[in-house]
Nanobody, 125 residues
Framework: VQLQAFGGGLVQAGGSLRLSCAVSGRTFSDRYMAWFRQAPGKEREFVAA????????YYANSVKGRFTIARDNAKNTLYLQMSSLKPEDTAVYYC???????????????????WGQGTQVTVSS
């Protein structure tokens, strides 16, 4: 399984961006998918996750109401729509995948076996 994240860039505070993560292989619909982010000097942190069918979604409190995670199983693609961006959202954003996740671990980076290369999001004030 290979993941490739793209769509990052430079945006002003209050603006929007949509990240995408293209996933190779035929098992995309069998996998939980998530977005994490890592700012310089900080640990990687959970942003959002989505269940296999897309029916259940999970968000970090810091992005709830501003970010929306979605998936298109027909296109093997994961999305993160980011709105009302803040300078503190600046980070490298990573997509991650795993076939089986215990819900109590869904926010834990170590629970995911597959990672994309990351895409930089910079929000200017």
């Amino acid at each position: 399984v290979q993941l490739q994240a793209f769509g990052g860039g430079l945006v002003q505070a209050g603006g929007s961006l949509r990240l995408s993560c293209a996933v190779s292989g035929r098992t995309f619909s069998d996998r939980y998918m998530a977005w994490f982010r890592q700012a310089p000097g900080k640990e990687r942190e959970f942003v959002a996750a989505i269940a296999r069918s897309g029916g259940n979604t999970y968000y970090a409190n810091s992005v709830k109401g501003r970010f929306t995670i979605a998936r298109d199983n027909a296109k093997n693609t994961l999305y993160l729509q980011m709105s009302s961006l803040k300078p503190e959202d600046t980070a490298v954003y990573y997509c991650a995948a795993d076939r089986s996740i215990i819900l109590s671990s869904i926010r834990t980076p170590g629970a995911y076996d597959y990672w994309g290369q990351g895409t930089q999001v910079t929000v200017s004030s």
